[in-house]
């Protein structure tokens, strides 16, 4: 069967404008999450934070709609949390003990990460929150990056509102960073590298929006931006795409062994420059493609593919 990037990409864009059913749900589960850290005492004793709804909000793949299917979720998202004012150290365990408590009774699961809140909610639904706090448009971002707690300086809005002005001047890209998404996905599976060595998704679209694509049709789009991603990993090696401008430092900062990028990038190269975008898709979104068309689908083809 041949399957074409059009194909690969009705199946995977998720979160089009945050219009869709999915998307509408998340907002919901945003706003639980905004009303459980409103409550009196719910982070401090004696403290009722004033948290309007522009004091969460969704960020990264899903804020510019670049966000693509993942293999476990139906939705896997960011959110931000902006707590006003000079803000302590523990305000993010504070914050984490608090929506752990209140979402057990939903049977939730939440997890305290290096860089955020990760809440699963057990129902297909799944989303990291990362704990700001100060006064826009430069907050202090509360992470355990460095095995410490510690603030570092963030422009999260201005960061949203850049790369949607970026992409808005060319909408292409949009399908370029999707798909460059989910062949890096299929593509660090099968070469079962090391979790530190994968391609960050942020490290991807920063790269590809900063470019000038000059091809036309999907095919060579794809091609032009893997061909210009993966040169300039091999010249600029661990120092990967940044912004900044916006506090986006260099994306490649967990990274100990760049041959392991490389030879994600090398595979990649290799198999849209033959058009073999087969063995560059999860074995679920084959399967969907495959029904989609009526098409039977050839188990020895699928062993090939990426596990989901």
């Known amino acids: 069967m041949v399957i074409t990037l059009s194909d690969i990409l009705e199946e995977i864009q998720v979160g089009a404008k945050q219009t869709d059913p999915a998307s509408i749900k998340l907002k919901k589960k945003q706003e639980k999450i905004r009303e459980i850290l409103n409550k009196s005492d719910a982070v401090y004793e004696n403290t009722k934070f004033d ?143 090391e979790e530190e060595n994968k391609i960050p998704s942020i490290a991807i679209t920063l ?34 795409p940044s912004l900044p401008q916006y506090r986006i430092s260099n994306t490649f900062y967990k990274m100990n062994n760049i041959e392991d990028v490389k030879k994600t990038l090398d595979l990649i190269f290799d198999h849209v420059t033959t058009k073999h975008y087969s063995e560059l898709v999860s074995k679920g979104i084959f399967e969907n493609i495959s029904k989609r068309k009526n098409i039977k689908t050839d188990n020895q083809i699928i062993g090939t593919l990426g596990n989901e």
């Open 51 to 193: 948290l309007g709804s522009s004091n969460v909000f969704v960020q990264g793949s899903y804020a510019i709609d670049t966000a693509i299917k993942h293999k476990e979720y139906d939705v896997d998202a960011d959110l931000g949390i902006i707590f006003p004012g000079n803000q302590n150290l523990n305000i993010r365990e504070k914050a984490f003990m608090t929506l752990d408590r209140e979402l057990k009774i939903d049977k939730a699961t939440v997890k305290l990460k290096k860089p955020c809140i990760e809440i699963d909610f057990m129902d297909g639904y799944c989303v990291d929150v990362a704990v700001y706090s100060g006064i826009e448009p430069v907050l202090d971002f509360h992470n355990n990056i460095t095995r410490t707690e510690k603030k570092t300086d963030s422009t999260p809005k201005k960061l949203i509102e850049n790369l949607r002005l970026e992409l808005s001047r060319d909408t292409r890209k949009r399908k370029i960073i999707r798909l460059l998404k989910h062949f890096n996905n299929v593509s660090f599976e099968k070469l079962d590298i």
């Open 207 to 240: 790269f590809i929006i900063g470019q000038q694509i000059d091809a036309n049709n999907l095919d060579d789009m794809v091609l032009e931006g893997i061909n210009k991603f993966r040169d300039y990993v091999y010249e600029n090696e661990y120092n990967g």
